[in-house]
Every structure is written in structure tokens, then in C-alpha cells.
């Protein structure tokens, strides 16, 4: 398992943009598949986005067209992009990291064997 810590929370507006990043204190993350994951208040964690050592990604359905998932080439970081923000993506955030072979897999948080303690993002109206 590799720690992870996550950067880049905070409190915006509605439509504005935040970005997020999670790294492993220098590790290469290059094997892994890492992912983000948010739990709104008072609900269950969910899936945000995926992202594979190849490159190919994953978003939940509410996010898409706003939000991107990325790493830098070094592959130390992942990035969330996230624009067009709205109340409802008010969350406490998490990164997740795994070797996962399975595509269907990516999405699930049981796979995920590695996390980072989390960073809020709030999004006023």
C-alpha cells in the first residue's frame, strides 16, 4: 500500500473551477490505476473518475464534460480538473490508487487498496 495525500480543496461558487491533486510523496504511481472518489453529506462515498496506467479514464455520469482526470508524464501526480462547478458537487474528496487489471473494476472502492485522508470542496450557490 502507498500513502497518498491529496491537495487543492477549498470553498468556490457555483460555476467556478478547483483542481485537485494527489500524489504519493515522490513515488512513481506509474502501475497504478488511481481514482477519486467524494462522499457528499450525510451519503455513501462515491465513484468520481478513474484513470489507468494507459491513460483511458472513467466518469461517473454527473460529472462528465466538466470534470477531467489526469496524471503528468512523470506519473508522481494525478490531477481532477474540475469546472463548471455546482452545489452538488459539494464533497469531501479522496484519491485512491491500486493495481486494478480489470476495466470494470476501476470503479469499484473495494479495489483501491491505497487512499489519501481526503480534502473538502465546497460550492456555494
Known amino acids: 500500500q502507498v500513502e497518498l495525500v491529496e491537495s487543492g480543496g477549498g470553498s468556490v461558487q457555483a460555476g467556478d473551477s478547483l483542481r485537485l491533486s494527489c500524489g504519493a510523496s515522490g513515488r512513481l504511481l506509474g502501475g497504478y490505476t488511481m481514482a477519486w472518489f467524494r462522499q457528499p453529506p450525510g451519503e455513501e462515498r462515491e465513484f468520481v473518475a478513474s484513470?489507468?496506467?494507459?491513460?483511458?479514464?472513467v466518469y461517473r455520469d454527473s460529472v462528465k464534460g466538466r470534470f477531467t482526470i489526469s496524471r503528468d508524464n512523470a506519473k508522481v501526480t494525478v490531477f481532477l480538473q474540475m469546472n463548471r462547478m455546482k452545489p452538488e458537487d459539494t464533497a469531501f474528496y479522496s484519491c485512491?490508487?491500486?493495481?486494478?487489471?480489470?476495466?470494470?473494476?476501476?470503479?469499484?472502492?473495494?479495489?483501491?487498496?491505497?487512499w489519501g485522508h481526503g480534502t473538502q470542496v465546497t460550492v456555494s450557490s
Open positions: 485512491a490508487g491500486g493495481y486494478i487489471d480489470s476495466f470494470d473494476d476501476t470503479t469499484n472502492i473495494r479495489k483501491y487498496p491505497s
Open positions: 484513470i489507468r496506467p494507459g491513460g483511458s479514464t
